[in-house]
């Protein structure tokens, strides 16, 4: 292909390190579920940030530094987003006045359209075939039948891991360059923050739970349950402001192991008192 031609042999090189470190980039959990595979993408980009950024310190530290933040996509597919966050990081260390984040927000407008994509394609229409195929001949009784799925469907991923490289890479640069002057970049960057505090307010909605037991006697009549005096108040106050209290203990580097101790040592007094 054209554009594998145009990339010198370190660019090459780094491409195919990018690739092959694709293939444990999900072991790594650090952070739970507030970074996901964060460590994973960063340990999978180092190839590039090392080569870039090898005379500008500040600019690796904080390089490193985005992409210890939430980040999930499917794992064959992750070596995509990799190369263009690589082409970025790049422009970024040849330009003084990069808006670094942009590379934050394209991370994170591309995680879930590739997440699904790439899980749609492997998971459902890939292991499917290759299943169908590998279970014909096991049926018979032959060995063949987990070999062959085992090669069909990690033939498909590596094809997959290494071809969304090359092309993330190669086309990113040109993609983003374009969006950066007519200035679709800065929209994009905006459009990614409003998603993601629609996101962050629908999850603290839809996880953040708090109920209380307790009720307000009322002489000479039934007494009135305290939380459906808050729900008729502020539908889901108490949530909210114990969002934000730990999002403000975050922001004063207060250990996040810490908070949740917290939190379930304060949830465990509250049930022994029947406050919820």
């Not at 590039?48 to 985005?66: G, H, N, S, T, V």
């Not at 279970?135 to 009784?141: M, P, T, V």
């Not at 962050?200 to 109920?211: D, Q």
């Amino acid at each position: 292909m054209k554009f594998m031609s145009d990339l010198s042999k370190e660019d090459r090189k780094m491409v195919n390190s990018i690739a092959w470190r694709s293939l444990n980039a999900h072991c790594s959990r650090v952070g739970g579920q507030a970074r996901q595979m964060a460590i994973g993408f960063l340990w999978q980009i180092m190839p590039a940030l090392d080569r870039y950024y090898k005379d500008q310190p500040e600019k690796k530290r904080e390089a490193m530094e985005r992409h210890v933040q939430f980040c999930n996509v499917s794992n064959a597919i992750y070596p995509f987003l990799a190369g263009i966050v690589a082409s970025m990081e790049k422009e970024n260390s040849e330009v003084d006045d990069f808006d670094t984040s942009s590379i934050v927000a394209v991370k994170a407008a591309l995680m879930g359209p590739l997440a699904g994509i790439g899980d749609s394609l492997l998971f459902s229409v890939v292991r499917v075939i290759a299943a169908s195929i590998g279970i014909s001949f096991a049926l018979q009784g032959s060995i063949l039948g987990p070999i062959i799925f085992f090669l069909i469907y990690n033939t498909c991923t590596m094809i997959l891991r290494f071809g969304s490289a090359y092309v993330g890479f190669a086309s990113g640069r040109q993609f983003i360059t374009s969006m950066y002057k007519n200035g679709t970049l800065s929209i994009l960057t905006k459009c990614a923050g409003m998603l993601g505090l629609i996101m962050v307010g629908a999850m603290t909605a839809s996880t953040v739970k708090f109920s209380t037991a307790i009720m307000i006697p009322i002489a000479g009549g039934d007494p009135v349950a305290l939380q459906s005096s808050l729900d008729t108040l502020f539908l889901g106050l108490v949530p909210l402001l114990l969002t934000f209290g730990c999002k403000k203990m975050l922001d004063k580097n207060v250990n996040i192991n810490y908070i949740m101790l917290g939190i379930l040592a304060l949830s465990i007094v509250m049930a022994v008192l029947h406050i919820v």
